[in-house]
C-alpha cells in the first residue's frame, strides 16, 4: 500500500498539536495548584499575626532645679530634728528660735522654739567605731520639750503662729501606718485629688518625653485652669520614682494646699522641699520656698 505525501502532512500535525496541548495542560495544572496554595485559608487555631502599636508619650515640661540648687539661695531655711547628720549640713546655732509644725493630738500648730544642737560621733567622718574616734564631726538636732516637729523654719516671716489646716502627714516614727502612709511613694501610679473650698487640685507623676524625645518621669499640681511641673527626672528603668510625699496642707492660711516633699535625684542624696501657694508667681500655683539637703557616706 502506497502512502500519500498528504496523509504524511496530515499525522505530522496531528501529532504536533496533540504535544502541544498536552503541555499546555500540564502548565495550566500547575497554576492552579499554586492558586490554591496560596488562598488557601488559614486554620482557625493559628496564632494571629502580631501588630505592633507604638503608645505616644505626652511632651513634659522638665523641671531640673536640682542640678544647681542650694539652700543658700532660699531666704528661707528649712531644718529636721534627728542624729547622724554631717556637721557641714546644719546651718544652725543651739539657743536659735525657729518655727516649727507641730502635731498636738489630732490638730497641728505652728509656734516658735528653741533648737538645741549637739556634736555626735559621724561614722563617715570620724571613723566607723566611737571609741576608736578621736573627734564628733557630726551634729543633731531636738527642740525643747517632747514633741519632734514635722520641720522646722527660720526667716518665714509670712507664717504665723497657730493651728494650721493638715491633710495628710507620713510620720515615719509612728510604729503603726496605715496603708495611705505606705502608699506615699511618688511612682508611676501616684495620683492624688485635694479639695480646698471650692476648687479642686490634683497631684500627680506622669510619665512622657522632653523636647529632645528622651524619657521622664515628672511630678505635676494642677487645677482646671494651670498645670505646673514640681520636678522631673530622666526616667530609665521601670522602678523609677520622684521621691515621696511626706506632708500635705495650708501652711500660709490661703486656702490653697501646700506640700513637702522627698525628691529624688541621687540614691546617696535626700532633698526635702517646701512649696508654698501664697508666693506662687503669675501663672504658676506654687513656688519652692526652702530646701534641707542631706548626703549619706
Known amino acids: 500500500m ?12 496531528t501529532f504536533l498539536i496533540g504535544t502541544i496541548s498536552f503541555y499546555l495542560l500540564i502548565l495550566k495544572t500547575g497554576e492552579n495548584v499554586e492558586q490554591i496554595e496560596i488562598t488557601q485559608p488559614i486554620p482557625s487555631d493559628s496564632p494571629a499575626p502580631k501588630i505592633e502599636t507604638k503608645i505616644e508619650l505626652e511632651i513634659l515640661e522638665e523641671n531640673d532645679d536640682w542640678r544647681d540648687e542650694h539652700e543658700s539661695k532660699f531666704k528661707i531655711k528649712l531644718l529636721e530634728t534627728g542624729e547622724g547628720f554631717h556637721g557641714n549640713q546644719i546651718e544652725a546655732k543651739s539657743g536659735e528660735t525657729w518655727l516649727g509644725l507641730f502635731k498636738v493630738k489630732d490638730k497641728y500648730f505652728l509656734r516658735s522654739t528653741k533648737i538645741k544642737i549637739h556634736s555626735v560621733h559621724d561614722s563617715v567622718i570620724d571613723g566607723y567605731e566611737e571609741k576608736y574616734a578621736t573627734q564628733k564631726t557630726g551634729k543633731s538636732v531636738i527642740v525643747s520639750g517632747k514633741l519632734q516637729p514635722v520641720f522646722l523654719l527660720k526667716n518665714a516671716k509670712q507664717l504665723k503662729e497657730g493651728e494650721t489646716k493638715t491633710l495628710f502627714w507620713n510620720n515615719s516614727n509612728e510604729e503603726s ?12 501610679k501616684f495620683i492624688r485629688e485635694y ?8 497631684l500627680q ?23 505646673q511641673v514640681l520636678h522631673s527626672t530622666k526616667s530609665i528603668e521601670e522602678g523609677d520614682y520622684l521621691g515621696s ?10 486656702g490653697k494646699p501646700d506640700f513637702y516633699f522627698d525628691l529624688y535625684f541621687h540614691d546617696n542624696v535626700e532633698y526635702k522641699n ?3 501657694s501664697s508666693e506662687a508667681k503669675k501663672g504658676k500655683l506654687l513656688k519652692k520656698v526652702a530646701t534641707f539637703i542631706t548626703t549619706g557616706c
Open 2 to 13: 502506497k502512502i500519500t505525501k498528504t496523509f504524511i502532512v496530515v499525522f505530522l500535525l
Open 177 to 188: 501606718k496605715n496603708e495611705e502612709m505606705e502608699s506615699t511613694s511618688l511612682d508611676k
Open 195 to 202: 479639695q480646698f473650698g471650692e476648687e479642686k487640685y490634683i
Open 205 to 227: 507623676v506622669r510619665e512622657g518625653v522632653n523636647k529632645k524625645g528622651e524619657k521622664i518621669l515628672a511630678l505635676i499640681f494642677e487645677d482646671d485652669k494651670k498645670k
Open 245 to 254: 510625699l511626706n506632708w500635705v496642707g495650708d501652711l500660709d492660711r490661703d
Open 274 to 276: 517646701l512649696f508654698i
